[in-house]
């Protein structure tokens, strides 16, 4: 079964960091796309981050592009989006998804986790 649970979130001011993480369980993330999303309040989800199975590649978000890192850890079993120079439009609930789509274009997602949230406030 697909598992992943975020953590994580907080409440920071304008220009800290934050790293959340993204704990699977039940696949390999070798067999599976793995996006970063977010939903500010009355707002359509966004995407941040996501890694293509297929060939490793990773793409951002033009909001977030140059601040925030997505990676993961050898055990290859967690993942993390290292969030630098946050700004209050960055204030959303964040969310990992996995798919099986070998591309992050065009795929559909099926398990999510439950969310974290992050809010940026002076």
């Known amino acids: 079964q697909v598992q992943l649970m975020e953590s994580g979130g907080g409440l920071v001011q304008p220009g800290s960091s934050l790293r959340l993480s993204c704990e699977t369980s039940g696949f390999s993330l070798d067999d599976y796309t793995i996006g970063w999303f977010r939903q500010a309040p009355g707002k359509e989800r966004e995407g941040v981050s996501c890694i293509n199975r297929s060939d490793g590649i990773i793409y951002y978000g033009d909001s977030v592009k140059g601040r925030f890192t997505f990676s993961r850890d050898n055990a290859k079993t967690t993942l993390y989006l290292q969030m630098n120079s946050l700004k209050p439009e960055d204030t959303a609930i964040y969310y990992c998804?996995?798919?099986?789509?070998?591309?992050?274009?065009?795929?559909?997602?099926?398990?999510w986790g439950q969310g974290t949230q992050v809010t940026v406030s002076s």
């Open positions: 998804a996995a798919t099986t789509s070998p591309f992050c274009q065009g795929a559909h997602w099926y398990d």
